[in-house]
């Protein structure tokens, strides 16, 4: 079957070939943000005649095509997602190296009012937080101590 990431290439006009297709599919399937090593061991673990070559040409086409992101969280490595599902902001744990992402429309809104200041559209914007976890507290810690509880529904 088509992945989603295969179907906007397809739209674009992009040619798929077999080895393009496993890497649309490995994108399509990843929620993680993934940079080009990992997407290269995902991508042979399904064809293992895939070159890392061959992805980072794919995740450029993809980027230049308006389909894929390239994401910045430092480390020295760019991590790719999907563009689609839309704009959202990424906290990335500094120990860990985990992404959780999340929308602030206030934020937004508070961007634009400032870029308007300033004479100007905001057109884009970048956000990444960088954070350590806090030691469980407040209400992680409630939710901890409930868990025996309430078993394994919690
Ligand atoms: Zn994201």
New binding site residues.
Partial sequence: MESPIERLCVDRGLKMTGQRRVIARVLSDAVD?PDVEELYRRATALDGRISIATVYRTVRLLEENGIL?R?DFGGGRARY?PTEPGP???LIDVETGR?I?FEDTEHERALAAIAARLGFDLVSHRLELFGRARPANGLAAETTMRKPNKGKSA
Wanted: hydrophobic share 10%; proline share 0%.
């Fill in positions: 943000h992101e994401r997602e959202h902001y990424h992404v992402e």
